[in-house]
């Protein structure tokens, strides 16, 4: 909780902080990686750098919990951190590097905001940190525990054991063990983290989600070809390297948009390349003979561009209670309508809980209509690949 002595001057320089995170984090950021630059080459994601996201990203979620801090006093907001601790997790991020941050962060709220950083705004931001760092330490403690392994352990390596191109831009590849052993159990919609080693020495990582159901011998990954150095250096690499056979460094599953138990009716809906996560989620609830009501929803350019198209018309079809619905910006498909995904009209059941994963102004639009038609917020579930800008504008 925050303490008393703190909230207020947390309430009162809030919107000086808020104001100025852009440039904060961007301080941050660049202080932090020239102390430390292996955290750049081997840790961050060198993409999200370039394009600025992942300073909008922290900037946004310090924000959020000084707010949710604020309007709850007396409680610690680490729900909203969940989805952050899962990425931190399958990345291996320990407790000691929550110390290399907070010097970097508080060098650049000084730098930024100089005189104004009283030695009592100070104490109140310092407070504010580690709140948030303790929960997000505890939590990640709790899903290596979870995992078995010692905090930040969570590599291995794996082969690539098949590779089928879905589209022209998009494989997937099956991964083992290369002793043989049988792979981690996993929640469907769960992902993994890979990391390759690049020409240039860096090892960079990406997350892929585990597209087909736990319980195979294998796991499954699809990957769509970015363009663009660096933002796609990893799926370039893995298009271009990634042959039977090859080795890749593979995290424990993390991720917590996984299916509720339970026999309520679902709702899948998904765009583009963010199908993936579904797909485990059907897999698992065809291979289960679930009798539970299903309406997948799923948004795309073109039949041709869609990866896994027939699977998941496979998989809906096995379902007693699946329907599917299908949009392509392009004309022709005879099986979609054509544009953009509109579920204003479907008939969807009471008590659908929902999940969402795509581009975010598709799961915006998404979301809105959902709760427009008197669906709880807090059955509306959400997947980001890459850093969530979307934290604290969704509660």
């Known amino acids: 909780m925050l303490s008393e002595q703190a909230a207020p001057v947390v309430r009162a320089t809030l919107p000086a902080v808020g104001g100025a995170l852009d440039e904060i984090t961007e301080r941050f950021y660049a202080g932090l990686f020239a102390a430390r630059p292996e955290l750049l080459r081997d840790l961050f994601n060198r993409g999200n750098q370039a394009t600025g996201d992942q300073r909008k990203a922290l900037a946004g979620s310090i924000a959020a919990f000084a707010g949710a801090l604020l309007a709850s006093p007396d409680t610690r907001p680490d729900v909203m951190l969940a989805r952050i601790a899962h990425k931190h997790a399958s990345l291996g991020v320990t407790s000691e590097q929550y110390k290399v941050v907070h010097e970097h962060l508080f060098a650049a709220i000084v730098a930024v905001l100089g005189e104004a950083v009283t030695p009592e705004v100070a104490r109140a931001w310092d407070e504010v940190y580690w709140l948030m ?24 390596p794996m082969e690539i054991a098949g590779r089928r191109e879905e589209t022209t831009d998009t494989a997937s590849f099956t991964l083992r063990h290369p002793d043989g052993r049988p792979t981690a159990a996993f929640r469907p919609g769960q992902y993994v983290s890979v990391q390759v080693t690049l ?32 933002a796609g250096e990893v799926s370039s690499w893995l298009h271009a390297h990634g042959r039977v056979g090859e080795q890749v460094t593979v ?23 963010g199908s993936t996560p579904m797909l485990g989620m059907l897999d698992h ?71 969402l994963c795509g581009p975010l102004p ?30 604290g504008t969704t509660a």
């Not at 996984?258 to 009716?265: A, H, K, M, T």
């Open 251 to 273: 995290s424990a599953p993390f991720g917590e948009l996984v299916l509720p138990e339970g026999d309520g009716p679902l709702l899948l809906a998904s765009a583009g390349i």
């Open 285 to 355: 609830l065809a291979t289960t003979g679930t009798s539970r009501p299903v309406t997948v929803v799923h948004a795309d350019r073109s039949p041709a561009g869609h990866a896994h198209r027939e699977e998941l018309l496979r998989l809906v079809d096995a379902l007693p209670q699946g329907t599917v619905h299908l949009w392509y910006e392009e004309p022709g498909a005879t099986d979609a309508a054509q544009g953009r995904a509109d579920i204003s009209a479907l008939d969807l059941p009471e008590g659908v809980t929902a999940y």
């Open 199 to 230: 020409p240039d020495g860096a090892r960079q990582i990406r997350q892929y989600s585990l597209s087909a159901a736990p319980g195979r011998p294998e796991w499954r990954i699809t990957v769509k070809r970015v363009e663009g150095d660096p």
């Open 362 to 391: 598709f799961m915006r639009t998404v979301r809105g209509d959902l709760l427009a038609r008197g669906v709880a917020a807090s059955d509306v579930h959400y997947e980001v690949f890459g850093p969530d800008l979307w934290l």
């Open 133 to 156: 760092a303790n929960a997000l330490i505890a939590l990640e403690a709790r899903l290596y525990q979870e995992r078995g392994v010692a905090e930040g352990a969570v590599w291995q």
